[in-house]
């Protein structure tokens, strides 16, 4: 048995941790680097975009052998350093080279988010270290340095209290707003904890997490080429995997719907639960083909209970499905069985109702077997187009 408690703040409640952010000039204003960091070195577990065109920050992650650790994470928002080749990552140990003098390094990495195909301002961001203050535990100022387009700061705390009397704690940061789609997001989340975790758990548990979680969330379909989701432990406190799993699942799954909400220009969050499928693998299929259809979208945004859009997406994503046996409903009312193939205006008016909320579900029982996957995703209106069409990506 173990208790949860939601914590205020953020990463500043796990012990073994420094975190600031800064102002380098990057970014005309507002926070654009900052760093995770331990006096000791730490396991790091992480996942990254399925894009093929990986960012410099990930390939030179992806240089260290496997299960190394380390004591820092640079983060820098406004560019991605991707696209840039060799040069990208020549640039990065040209920073950690400068980073070095300042402070003890060991096998140091950097999460880049921002403006793809352009070299890092290297002058700024060297210049940018000077304003760091390496002790700090300043949760806010390091959430900050990640955003881009996002609208909101996104962090979260728990402790958790075990059966033994003892406790661990668990926080993360994540941005992110658009170009999120299932295969991880234009998002970057450090989840940060001091529960004394084994790599093998840690690599284990997250894989798990994350499926359920980010890569079951869609704001346009699109997949950048810096995603980055990574999970470090201080090793401080007691730990039990029950505890911890529930525990980050909570986190993710949280964060990823803060992502939703946060869309560019989105204004509803929307669930697409698919049961009654072939096989799990079946469900998340067509699950994720509606989170991620711009039909579906547009007639969320315009609060149109078309069913029709829901039925098409769902036969034209390759699932096993049938007419016959298909149900859709909206939250708990019925738009369409093979009994009622046509909407009568009061069933229209109850699920025009319901699109009209800020979160529902649609949930569709295919009728095929037993099963069943939850996507996440929202609507796509006129605000997306003006935020992306004056944003360089």
Not at 47 to 76: D, G, M, Q, S, V
Not at 286 to 311: C, H, M, Q, Y
Request: net charge negative.
């Amino acid at each position: 048995m173990f208790d949860m408690i939601s914590l205020k703040g953020g990463l500043e409640n796990v012990d073994g941790f420094y975190f600031d952010g800064v102002h380098s000039g990057v970014k005309k204003k507002n926070n654009d680097l900052g760093f995770i960091r331990s006096d000791e070195e730490f396991l790091i577990s992480a996942c990254f975009t399925t894009n093929k065109f990986k960012a410099a920050p990930l390939r030179h992650f992806l240089k260290y052998p496997k299960n190394f650790k380390t004591n820092f994470i640079l983060l820098n928002s406004k560019n991605a350093n991707a696209m840039t080749g060799e040069k990208g990552i020549d640039d990065i140990d040209e920073i950690f080279k400068e980073l070095g003098k300042k402070i003890k390094l060991i096998n140091p990495i950097m999460s880049s988010t921002g403006v793809i195909g352009q070299r890092l301002d290297k002058e700024k961001i060297i210049k940018g270290l000077d304003k760091f203050d390496f002790y700090a535990r300043n949760s806010d100022a390091v959430a900050k340095s990640i955003m881009t387009t996002d609208k909101f700061k996104k962090e979260l705390s728990f402790r958790v209290d075990l059966e033994n009397g003892k406790s661990f704690n668990i926080a993360a940061i994540c941005k992110g707003a658009g170009m999120i789609n299932p295969a991880m997001a234009t998002m970057l989340c450090y989840i940060l904890t001091d529960a004394n975790i084994p790599k093998d758990d840690m690599d284990e548990l997250l894989k798990s997490s994350i499926e359920n979680s980010f890569n079951a969330v869609s704001v346009d379909g699109d997949t950048s080429t810096n995603d980055t989701v990574m999970l470090i432990s201080s090793g401080k406190k007691d730990y039990d995997k029950q505890a911890f799993k529930t525990a980050l699942n909570m986190i993710t799954l949280n964060l990823a719907l803060m992502l939703v909400k946060d869309g560019e220009g989105s204004s509803k969050v929307v669930a697409f639960e698919v049961n009654g499928a072939k096989d799990d693998k079946e469900a998340m299929k067509a699950a994720k083909a509606l989170s991620n259809s711009l039909l579906v979208k547009t007639a969320i945004f315009g609060e149109d209970p078309n069913w029709g859009r829901i039925a098409s997406t769902i036969g034209a994503s390759g699932v096993e499905c049938s007419e016959e046996s298909l149900v859709i409903k909206y939250d708990d009312v019925l738009v369409y069985d093979i009994n009622h193939p046509e909407l009568d205006e009061e069933r229209e008016q109850k699920a025009h109702v319901i699109m009209q909320k800020e979160s529902f579900k649609i949930s569709c029982d295919l009728g095929i077997a037993d099963g069943k996957f939850c996507a996440y995703g929202c609507d796509l209106g006129h605000k997306y187009v003006d935020i992306n069409a004056s944003y360089r990506s």
